[in-house]
């Protein structure tokens, strides 16, 4: 079997380290275990019925065929006609994760090399590396609000830099790049034209500051930007895995010839259901990011209050990425994936630690999870780090 699985595309891969503490979460739930998991990147709220029923529709109606290889036409249309482009300039995939394989497969060259700012999402350096390339991973620091600066970003770049991968709202930290920020970054770009930058835009309505999108900062780069974004998050339609890439005609052209070899095309049911989410009531948005704004709050206010814990507020998406050296050292624990262990198996919650998304020392707790388990989670953890760093009350 070993000798039969041998591409070496593969050979660094593994099964990530979120998926494999949710899984251990649910197995020892379903031993009975009182487990609360704060782990996936999942909002809890339901997919709108108006959503629902637009797919029930387009099912009935027969749009039940192979879509176009891109996106349907009326899917396009409403993408481009948010972003302002040309349908052209539009793919539609399998998921915000499809359009970023999509990309790398289609544009590098093996040992080609993709910066990515850590922390960042577990799969930018996976994909990276099954498209043949090479991840070039910038540590950004919690000192630095976790955000690349343009020196930083200047001494990374060689002649084989093919992308700079950002995301803004940031999974795992919350950071959002204000346009200014974005300005100091297009400027280091306009010196090194074979740069192109992927702006991974899917938390863009999960922001509680004001969000700015690379394009509209720079729009002198949109030659060699590529968008990403999709309905998984703002609209909790994680399951019907629609997202979507905005960028120049040619690449999406080229990203559509991976897809029509891979997919075919997404689902036809799901895009009409997500053509519905974004040409509906958009009044949701703003219930469900004020549900998270109060969720954030307490849940950085509950961080803060524990010894050993510092966390920074999240400026967008749902995410605290406290840093818990203070509690790793002071406890006597190896790493943060030590620490996180021992809270599962001692408080039954299950957290990330922050070397799965390239920045040690810190662990990953989502929010998009209801009040009464955060606030369980929470006091969890918090009694838990009491007793083991020896505070008393
Ligand atoms: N980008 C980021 C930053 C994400 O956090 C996720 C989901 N965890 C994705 C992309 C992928 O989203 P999708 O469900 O659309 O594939």
Known sequence: MTGFIRAPRIANLEISEIVQLTEKAAVLKSQGHDIIALSTGEPDFPTPPHVIEAAH???????????????????RAAIAA?????????IVSTGAKQVLANAMLASLADDDEVIIPAPYWTSYSDIVALAGGRPVVLPC????????????????????TRWLMLNSPSNPSGAIYSAAEIRALAEVLARHEQVWVLSDEIYEHLSYVP???FRDAAPELADRTLVVNGVS??????????????????????MGAVQGQITSGAS???????????????SLLETRRAAMRARRDHV?????????????????????????????????????????????????????????FGLPGHARLSFAYAERDLEEGLSRIHAALDVRLGVTA
């Open 57 to 75: 529709r387009a099912a009935l109606a027969g749009k039940t065929r192979y879509p176009a290889t891109l996106g349907t036409a009326e899917l």
């Open 82 to 90: 948010v972003n302002g482009v040309s349908p052209a300039e539009v």
């Open 141 to 160: 620091p919690m000192t630095r609000g976790f955000k690349l600066t343009p020196e930083a970003l200047e001494a990374a770049i060689t002649p084989r």
């Open 211 to 213: 969000f700015t999108r």
């Open 233 to 254: 998050k703002a609209y909790s339609m994680t399951g019907w895995r629609i997202g979507w890439g905005v960028g120049p005609a040619a690449l999406i052209k080229a």
């Open 268 to 282: 036809s049911i799901s895009q009409a259901a997500a053509l519905a989410a974004l040409t509906g009531d958009q």
């Open 300 to 356: 950085v206010a509950g961080l803060n209050a524990m010894p050993g814990v510092v966390c920074p507020e999240p400026k967008g998406a749902f995410y605290a990425f406290p840093d818990l050296s203070r509690a790793i050292a002071a406890g006597g624990f190896e790493s943060d994936a030590a620490i996180c262990a021992w809270l599962l198996d001692q408080a039954g919650v299950a957290i990330v630690p922050g070397r799965a």
